[in-house]
Nanobody, 118 residues
Framework: QVQLVESGGGLVQTGGSLRLSCAASGRTFSMYRMGWFRQAPGKQRELVAHITSGGSTNYADSVKGRFTISRDNAKNTVYLQMNSLKPEDTAVYYC????????????WGQGTQVTVST
């Protein structure tokens, strides 16, 4: 069982920055693919970015060039650096973990609210 705890959300003005953190329990963190998802009111949850166990990353087109996902396996933590924030980035952001050879993300955090004001 893996527990994920997000932090770092908040209220920021358009153009501002936030860094989200997700701390994971367990000794096999380095083996997991980690993802950041978000869900805005009335919209479906979407994958924002992921990072593989080997460090490869991928981003949604809407955040490319603005967001950066990274991981520190020594700290069992994954980060999402968000720059040049826009009002449309407002959402609850969730951290998720996917075990090796599993298709779906099977561990989720509780979410952290990010609100970008105009």
């Amino acid at each position: 069982q893996v527990q994920l705890v997000e932090s770092g959300g908040g209220l920021v003005q358009t153009g501002g920055s936030l860094r989200l953190s997700c701390a994971a329990s367990g000794r096999t963190f380095s083996m997991y693919r980690m993802g950041w998802f978000r869900q805005a009111p009335g919209k479906q949850r979407e994958l924002v970015a992921h990072i593989t166990s080997g460090g490869s990353t991928n981003y949604a087109d809407s955040v490319k060039g603005r967001f950066t996902i990274s991981r520190d396996n020594a700290k069992n933590t994954v980060y999402l650096q968000m720059n040049s924030l826009k009002p449309e980035d407002t959402a609850v952001y969730y951290c998720a973990a996917r075990r090796p050879a599993v298709v779906e993300y099977d561990y989720w955090g509780q979410g952290t609210q990010v609100t970008v004001s105009t």
